[in-house]
């Protein structure tokens, strides 16, 4: 499909218009547990003296987007993991995620893009490990508010709604599916600040996210309690610059804003490694 085409769409369902002006970015028992490294630097190239560093993606991404950070990371010697938010449902994603937490040994920095936001606000809670919560253009949701009212904080707009293909998926709920962002608008709304062929890539590849997760309430916010960190995505298209700000003073955190798209950690990856980095060591 042409970039410049849009996408055909399913029908609006009931759900889609509940959230009108709103945006997004049970496992296992562990087989082996994560044990204590021997010495201060592993094999690897980890500093095990380091706090594990803990990224999480949001909506219409993957792990991925991250790659740039990690490998400033990994080179500053901080392991790192960047799993598979499921994106299926706020407190069963949260909850996963929580459970992966409970195999990493030693404190954790938390970090969360977009919809992510939202799944480490809920997964810190619990999680006695962490000691740091950064928020990289993302939601850091108050109790009993969802990823769609906090888009009306602070009296922006994002008409990436307007911009969703729909398509089903097994046992969605009634009225629920998958929401992609249309490939003809998704540069524009999510990555305006990459190359258009890096854009076109990404847009293939997108994961989608259940539209129920952007009604469901948070629960009690981990920033409540944890030391944390915001980066102001200036030129979002996505969450509203202007709701970010107001989500990282409720939270307390400290903040820095950058010129950037929805994805500061891939356009602009040394400012975000700097701030992960600044949380990692003073929190």
Known sequence: ????????????????????????????????????????????????SKPTIVLVHGAFADASGWAAVTKRLLGCGYPVHAPANPLRGLHS???????????????????????????????????????????????ALDEGEAVAAANDLGGGHSDL??????????????????????RAHFRRLFAADLPATQAAVMATAQRPAALSTLLTPSGVPGWKTIPS??????????????????????????????????????????????????AATTA
């Open 161 to 182: 709604i307007n911009h969703v293909v729909l398509r089903p998926f097994p046992g969605a709920g009634e009225g629920d599916a998958d929401g992609y962002i249309d």
């Open 229 to 278: 960190w915001y980066v102001v995505a200036k030129d979002d298209q996505t969450i509203p610059p202007q709701a970010q700000r107001v989500m990282a003073a409720r939270a307390q955190a400290r903040t820095t804003e950058v010129r950037s798209s929805h994805v500061p950690m891939i356009s602009r990856p040394d400012a975000v490694t700097h701030i992960i980095v600044t």
């Open 1 to 48: 499909m042409n970039d410049n085409q849009s996408e055909p769409r399913m029908p609006r369902r009931p759900l889609l218009g509940a959230i009108a002006g709103a945006a997004i970015g049970v496992a296992t028992v562990p087989l082996v547990a994560a044990a204590p490294a021997a010495a201060s630097r592993s094999t690897s190239g980890q500093d095990a």
């Open 93 to 139: 994603d949260a909850e996963y995620l929580r459970m992966f937490l409970s195999t990493i040994t030693g404190p954790v920095v938390l970090v969360g893009h977009s919809y992510g936001g939202a799944v480490i606000t809920n997964a810190a809670v619990g999680s006695h490990n962490v000691k740091a919560l950064v928020y990289i253009a993302a939601y």
